[in-house]
């Protein structure tokens, strides 16, 4: 028993051991931490005066300059800015007022401007119509009158030398009526050719609408006949002039549509080609009215001119400006050239009532009747 217990103590002895070496290892892995974090304290102490006494060092870089104060009024809106600002765009929309008034005084209302303004003649003014679409110029009597009148302005010019075998009509630019004015003149002097006919006064003239203008053609489309075979296959010589010259509605007036153009319009119209087809049809027909391209938009109306045909210069009324007409003339001067006059064309009738007086009123439309009105081109 004894021998027992004594091994029971033993073993208790060396449990005790075990544990203390135990608490031994831990208590000196504490005590290590303990001193790290001993020395992190005093390093973290250190810098905290350190940072404490560079404050007390260093002076500060602020500084009060003015004292706050309460404003007396409000910061917006800025009255003055505003006044300013309005003031500008005031003075940039007066500019800009003055520079429409300029530009709407630049263009030509009346045949006054024609003569003081170009220095040329004016031939009539035409209303706000057209004629209807395939030759029918059942228009109202202004309108028939107006042309009428320019049918005779240009006779009674031309009958001091020689009747022209061709008669070029043009415009400015695009718009301004040159299509309509050269179809209802055509229509206008092949009315004549009727007139000698019943008045026996011997051979009625032939009159014939040629559609020069190959790259916006519209004279077919007007006087209602197909736009191909026509000039363009004259010039390059695939068709003969029989089946390129057609008949219309009117009688004593044949139409030449542009035909479908292959080659440049400016070097198909400068050819001799083009010479040769204008001296066959000149001798074929008695007049020959020449419908050109605007005269600023392409050059083909300039050569044209060069072949000698009086210039019927077409301007739209309220449309061109004083500039761009110059600029046309200026364009068209040239060897051989002759500017027979200007018809101011799409004119408004409420403007000009005493011009067309005689048939504005409203008791002289019942005695003249009334015609078909279509929209103007």
């Excluded at 500019?95 to 030509?108: H, Q, V």
């Excluded at 067309?356 to 279509?374: A, D, F, I, L, W």
Aim: charged letters at 20%.
């Amino acid at each position: 028993d004894r021998e027992r217990r004594l091994e029971s103590q033993l073993e208790a002895l060396r449990a005790a051991e075990l544990a203390e070496h135990r608490n031994g290892i831990t208590f000196r892995a504490l005590e290590r931490d303990a001193q790290t974090n001993r020395a992190i304290l005093e390093t973290l102490l250190k810098r905290a005066r350190e940072t404490q006494i560079s404050g007390e060092l260093t002076p500060t870089n602020v500084q009060v300059v003015d004292t706050a104060e309460v404003p007396l009024s409000p910061i917006r809106p800025q009255k003055r800015v505003i006044l300013v600002l309005a003031a500008v765009l005031g003075a940039l929309s007066s500019l800009g007022l003055a520079f429409a008034l300029e530009f709407g005084r630049d263009r030509i209302r009346s045949v006054d401007e024609i003569r003081t303004g170009l220095g040329l003649r004016s031939l009539g003014m035409v209303p706000l119509e057209a004629i209807a679409p395939s030759g029918d110029h059942n228009t109202s009597q202004q309108f028939s009158e107006s042309i009428r009148t320019v049918r005779s302005n240009v006779l009674s010019l031309v009958a001091k030398d020689a009747m022209p075998s061709s008669l070029l009509v043009t415009s400015s630019n695009v718009g301004e009526g040159k299509t309509t004015v050269a179809c209802s003149l055509a229509i206008a002097l092949a009315d004549v050719t009727r007139l000698a006919e019943g008045n026996g006064n011997g051979m009625v003239p032939r009159v014939l609408i040629v559609d020069a203008d190959l790259r916006a053609p519209r004279v077919h489309t007007v006087m209602g006949v197909p736009q191909g075979p026509g000039l363009a296959e004259l010039i390059e010589g695939t068709v003969p002039v029989v089946e390129a010259v057609r008949p219309c509605k009117v009688p004593g007036l044949c139409v030449l549509p542009a035909g479908m153009a292959k080659a440049n319009a400016a070097d198909a119209l400068g050819s001799p080609a083009f010479k040769r087809v204008l001296r066959s049809l000149n001798q074929l027909f008695d007049i020959v009215v020449i419908d050109s391209p605007p005269i600023l938009a392409v050059s083909d109306a300039s050569v044209i001119a060069r072949e000698g045909p009086p210039v019927l210069m077409v301007i739209g009324a309220d449309k061109t400006g004083l500039r761009s007409a110059r600029a046309a003339l200026d364009q068209m001067h040239g060897p051989g050239t002759r500017i027979l006059g200007v018809v101011l064309n799409r004119v408004s009738v409420q403007q000009h009532p005493y011009y067309y007086s005689p048939y504005y009123r409203k008791e002289h439309q019942e005695y003249y009747g009334q015609g078909t009105r279509v929209r103007a081109t």
